[in-house]
């Protein structure tokens, strides 16, 4: 294969355990040997942060060196001969984590991370001698409340300075540091500060150990009874890469997953608790004035709304888009709306605008508002288009997607119906309450700010009876006299391929079953 | 699969159609185990190797050694409950039996205890993993007695408060043996 010469690097050969490999020059020799499938503990090295080679986990030998040198701090070099596993590594390894664990209380019993942690996968991969230290361990402060969101147990910190260098690298606020020496070094903050900077909770995903906990995980799940699930953070229009930690069908924490074109290893504080909405205050059953009806009668008092008022004056009906949707109920409703209905009325709306930051977080609170611009034709009216023409008359029946909390008293005679996840202001005032999914309970995707169309799975099972937007307006629609048939989302998602420009080059992926953290791989 | 049938001959002669041989010879086997019980349950001179008559419910058998019986959840010295709640019982129990809900302990010592302890003795199978599983000497099976007979099921499960009624302090030290060096900081 011929080298482009636009991105050929210099390679060097490193030979590792007696194998030739070929490596990008100047690349770090850990991430190289386990880029080759080459087995080395750490803990103190992380893909995303820098560097400092402090827990001396990662020592490897080196030809011509004078002593083991910490893989994680080296760069690879020409003709380089690196070994991994000669006795004297293993034992270095090994002696390692009996210092590691001197001090460490093993309280894995009360301790969260027991499961996922790097300090016990690797105590059974490269140790799994008995403790030889005679006397007390050094004590130090136990469930100390360092921030808003996180606990911290000092003797369970094993000093590796992740969770320092992600509060300075990652959140840009010195909010950690090491006091004190030798065993008596501790994991602290300033005196009087907190942790309380928008990206603290990176802390706990990065902790090879249980030092650092979030409250709002603490003591719910075991981390072997959780089930995980790809998906994209609904918080903002960034999209980032998460996981949906789910047992039992009920979602227990979402965690950043690698994206290195969106958000690397990290996620937030505030999408972190964007799954308590998927968890509280669902419209769980169909409703008609308020009262419970089932969904096909729920669905013909819809049609029969919107079918008489399209008779009598097609221009007072409009239809609201939310930037919340996924592309597929989007189009749908696009489907029905517009291309059957011919409704001319067309607004969208989402959550109001928040704070953002040069890190991660976007203004926008919607995590498909490109999606929505981009499937709906112009002109898409605002919110506040919306209020005015309701206020005015100009409007008479809404169609709604979503739980944008409209500015629909129950007294205006306007005629309301909405599919939507949440109970709000506007359910309550709405003719035809129809209860649909949210981003959790689906396959979908979203578009984020930079156009990038994402993946969403399926993590727990829909409340009630819920059913997938695009489902409940594919049925809508066949009531109205709008023939639409799906069988999956994914059906959906191939016809709107065919018809938005921006999901052309957009794979729709294979499903992916929830995988069990149950001896899974450490996240840490 | 389809259903084989075997037709077995009838056997031949006098001795096979009459079946009066066989009869005798079972009422045989019949009258010897009668003379050979017969010290024993009649006369009282049982021996024990004899097969025995129980009048249950007044006779009871005696149980194995080994015999497990119901839960029962140790104690502190103090009086609480030694579990902390880390859910190797539930996760190893092969009939999902044990429902445990943590909640936060007011002793950082400590830390985590259950709120919820439940054990539905309908559903366990009597195995004793939990007991295995246990890091802490929390909850044991050597009470020795039988689940009781409940006219609800909902009575079979038993709670923390009822697990406790049996348990005691454990001889055991918590957080292992060596130096107790989980003192308050």
Same mark, same amino acid.
């Given at each position: 294969m011929a080298a482009d010469p636009r991105t050929a690097v210099e390679t060097v050969t490193v030979i590792v355990d007696g194998k030739e490999h070929k490596f990008p020059k100047g690349m770090n020799l850990l991430e190289a040997c386990l880029s080759v499938g080459v087995k080395i503990p750490f803990f103190c090295y992380h893909p995303g942060l820098s560097s400092p080679a402090v827990c001396r986990q990662c020592l490897v030998e080196i030809k011509g060196a004078p002593k083991p040198v910490p893989s994680c701090y080296t760069a690879v070099a020409d003709k380089m001969e690196v070994t991994t596993n000669s006795p004297r590594v293993l034992e270095i390894r090994r002696q390692m984590l009996e210092f590691t664990l001197l001090n460490h209380p093993i309280d894995c019993p009360v301790?969260?991370?027991? =499961?996922?942690c790097s300090l016990q996968r690797h105590y059974f991969d490269w140790d799994g001698k008995l403790a030889r230290n005679e006397g007390d361990k050094v004590r130090k402060a136990k469930?100390?409340?360092?921030g808003k969101h996180i606990v911290l147990d000092q003797e369970r910190c094993?000093?590796?300075?992740r969770c320092i260098r992600v509060c300075n690298e990652v959140a840009k606020s010195p909010d950690l540091t090491i006091a004190n020496r030798g065993s008596h070094s501790v994991l602290t903050t300033a005196? =009087?500060?907190?942790?309380?900077?928008?990206?603290?909770?990176n802390t706990v995903d990065v902790c090879p150990v249980g030092a650092l906990t979030a409250k709002d995980f603490r003591f719910a799940r075991r981390a072997w009874e959780l089930c995980a699930t790809p998906s994209v953070c609904p918080g903002c229009a960034t999209g980032c890469s998460i996981e949906i930690h789910a047992s039992r069908g009920k979602i227990h924490r979402l965690v950043p997953r690698e994206n290195p074109l969106v958000n690397k290893f990290w996620m937030c504080d505030e999408g972190r608790f964007t799954y308590k909405a998927v968890t509280e205050n669902r419209v769980r059953l169909p409703s008609i004035d308020g009262k419970r009806a089932t969904l096909p009668a729920a669905l013909a008092e819809a049609a029969r709304l919107l079918g008489e008022d399209l008779a009598g004056a097609p221009q007072r009906v409009g239809v609201v888009f939310s930037f919340q949707a996924t592309n597929e109920d989007t189009h749908v409703l696009l489907r029905l709306a517009l291309d059957g209905l011919k409704i001319e009325r067309v607004y969208a709306g989402g959550r109001a605008l928040g704070g953002s930051d040069t890190i991660l977080v976007s203004a926008d609170k919607n995590p498909n508002t490109t999606g929505v611009v981009r499937t709906v034709p112009p002109p898409l009216r605002t919110l506040k288009e919306l209020t005015r023409d309701l206020a005015t008359g100009a409007l008479t029946t809404v169609l709604v997607l979503g739980n944008e909390a409209l500015p629909v008293a129950a007294a205006t005679p306007v005629t309301v119906i909405v599919l939507a996840s949440n109970k709000g202001p506007l359910v309550a005032a709405a003719n035809v309450v129809l209860p649909i999914a949210m981003w959790a309970e689906v396959d979908g995707s979203f578009a984020n700010k930079d156009g990038l169309v994402q993946r969403l799975h399926a993590a727990v099972p829909c409340p009630g009876e819920a059913l997938p937007g695009w489902e409940v307006l594919a049925r809508l629609g066949g009531k109205l006299g709008v023939e639409m048939a799906y069988a999956s989302a994914s059906e959906v998602f191939a016809e709107a391929a065919g018809r938005h420009g921006f999901l052309k080059d957009a794979v729709w992926g294979d499903s992916s079953r929830p995988v069990q953290l149950r001896f899974g791989e450490s996240r840490g | 699969m389809a259903v084989t049938v075997k037709v077995v001959a009838r056997p031949a002669g006098i001795r096979g159609h009459t079946y009066l041989v066989a009869v005798a010879e079972g009422m045989w086997v019949t009258f010897r185990h009668l003379m050979k019980n017969f010290p024993g349950n009649v006369l009282g001179l049982r021996k024990k190797t004899d097969i025995a008559t129980l009048s249950y419910p007044e006779e009871k058998q005696a149980y194995p050694a080994r015999n497990r019986g119901l839960h029962r959840l140790m104690k502190r010295e103090n009086g609480d409950v030694r579990c902390v709640a880390c859910m190797m019982c539930p996760t190893v129990c092969p009939a999902h039996c044990i429902t445990i809900v943590p909640e936060e302990a007011p002793d950082n010592a400590v830390e985590k205890r259950p709120r919820i302890f439940e054990i539905d003795e309908l559903r366990c199978v009597v195995c004793g993993l939990c007991v295995e599983a246990c890091p802490c000497d929390a909850i044991r099976m050597d009470t020795k007695v039988h689940a009781p007979p409940t006219?609800?099921?909902?009575?079979?499960?038993?709670d923390m408060e009822a697990l406790l009624a049996r348990g005691e302090p454990s001889i055991a030290t918590q957080g292992g043996t060596g130096p107790f060096w989980r003192e308050k900081v």
């Open positions: 301790c969260d991370k027991a =499961g996922e469930v100390v409340d360092v094993i000093l590796c300075t005196p =009087g500060q907190r942790l309380d900077n928008p990206y603290s909770l | 006219l609800r099921r909902a009575d079979a499960i038993l």
